[in-house]
């Protein structure tokens, strides 16, 4: 379909890049037990197939976010050589560049920063089922719950329907500013949120966190602003510029694509 659609002969497809959740298993070309999937998903295999679908060894597998930062790094201008690419979406990741170097890790897992522990109490566990972690509060898929459970830690008058089972973050962020229990959620996320990126900023020292993922994408004042304003107070050293990413909804594809043309490096040189 993706070779239809840009009107190109699938048979002279020489190279693929593959941008995907994660953790992968880079040995074996797959996913191993995605925190956000269903328990009856435990593997998906994604090299192997699409290898033989086009008939070359050519096939590049990032994690989503690894992606998303070598296409914000491929297609800038600025082309930074120590930065973040981090991901508020269903889950919370990051791909990082250090000293021109984008880090995987011998299995491809570098960078998953939303199983950072930010709450040492605990009190809500990750889709990967470890307590505190950074995405159980702050992941689209999340911040419903983590709703539901400051609720009932304070039942207080509010339009959200909390109990309705297709309450989502979007019902949160909709009734920002109109509705004091949505406030309060929100800046209970933005909390969490600027904790996580502060943890990034001391591990990785980026000039800059490009941001992207639907929550931030879809709002960007309730997300990056209270991020921005709270930074200073919790980072020992310097505080980069943090923005959204340049890319929109395509900066993981640009990257896998970019991962393809240059033989999974992302380096522009080798083009």
Not at 27 to 52: F, H, K, M, Q, W
Not at 231 to 255: A, C, K, R
Request: glycine share 10%; hydrophobic share 40%; proline share 6%.
């Amino acid at each position: 379909e993706a070779c239809a659609e840009a009107d190109v002969d699938p048979e002279s497809v020489i190279a693929a890049g593959v941008a995907s959740i994660g953790p992968l298993d880079l040995a074996e070309g797959a996913v191993e037990n995605p925190a956000n999937l269903p328990d009856t998903i435990d593997r998906i295999p994604l090299t192997g197939p699409v290898s033989e679908l086009l008939d070359t060894d050519e096939v590049y597998l990032h994690n989503d976010t690894v992606a998303g930062c070598i296409g914000e790094r491929f297609h800038s201008e600025r082309n930074p050589d120590d930065m973040v690419y981090l991901t508020i979406s269903s889950g919370v990741g990051a791909g990082v560049c250090v000293d021109g170097n984008v880090l995987e890790g011998w299995d491809g897992n570098a960078g998953e920063v939303g199983h950072m522990t930010i709450d040492p109490h605990g009190q809500r566990t990750c889709g990967c089922g470890l307590d505190g972690h950074w995405e159980a509060y702050c992941s689209g898929n999340n911040i419903p719950e983590y709703a539901k459970d400051l609720h009932a830690e304070d039942p207080v008058d509010t339009a959200l329907d909390v109990e309705d089972p297709n309450f989502s973050a979007v019902d949160v962020f909709e009734n920002a500013g109109d509705d004091e229990f949505a406030d309060f959620v929100v800046d209970q996320v933005a909390h969490w949120n600027a904790m996580g990126v502060a943890n990034v900023i001391h591990a990785y020292a980026p000039l800059i966190v490009f941001v992207g993922g639907a929550v931030a994408l879809n709002n960007p004042e309730l997300t990056l602003d209270p991020v921005r304003e709270k930074l200073e107070e919790m980072v020992f050293i310097n505080v980069p510029e943090i923005q959204l990413t340049t890319l929109g909804d395509e900066v993981v594809i640009e990257g896998a694509v970019a991962s393809a043309l240059t033989g999974g490096t992302g380096d522009r040189s080798r083009l």
